[in-house]
């Protein structure tokens, strides 16, 4: 199990791993780092008993913004280690879905849904 700093890194890494392109729509988004999903948190993407969040964006994806969208909080993109941990032991294979999972939420922010991400394989 990882430190939540060691943790944080990782998303962090995946963040900076980004290309210009796609950090420069990152405005206005917190990436934050939680242990566990709440059960409100699963309770409003309707997550089933059996399964859990890696990760969760909530916001207004950039392409539902109009001229309208100005002074309001900023979109947030959580991930959770927990979760993570349990799924995925190794530190590589640990690294790899933190990769998958800001990259996911990432594609929430730009608008994507479950569907055509997971086509992309994320």
Request: no cysteine; charged share 20%.
């Amino acid at each position: 199990m990882l430190s939540v700093e060691d943790f944080e890194a990782l998303v962090v890494e995946a963040v900076a791993s980004m290309p210009e392109q796609i950090l420069g729509y990152l405005r206005n988004v917190a990436i934050t780092v939680e242990a566990w999903p709440t059960p409100a948190h699963l309770a409003r993407r309707r997550v089933a008993p059996a399964y859990t969040l890696f990760g969760l964006y909530e916001g207004i994806p950039l392409i539902h913004r109009d001229s309208g969208y100005n002074l309001v909080a900023p979109d947030r993109i959580t991930i959770f280690q927990g979760p993570i941990e349990q799924v995925f032991r190794t530190p590589e294979a640990i690294r790899e879905q933190v990769r998958k999972t800001v990259l996911h939420e990432i594609a929430h922010h730009f608008g994507f849904d479950e569907h055509e991400i997971r086509n992309l394989g994320y």
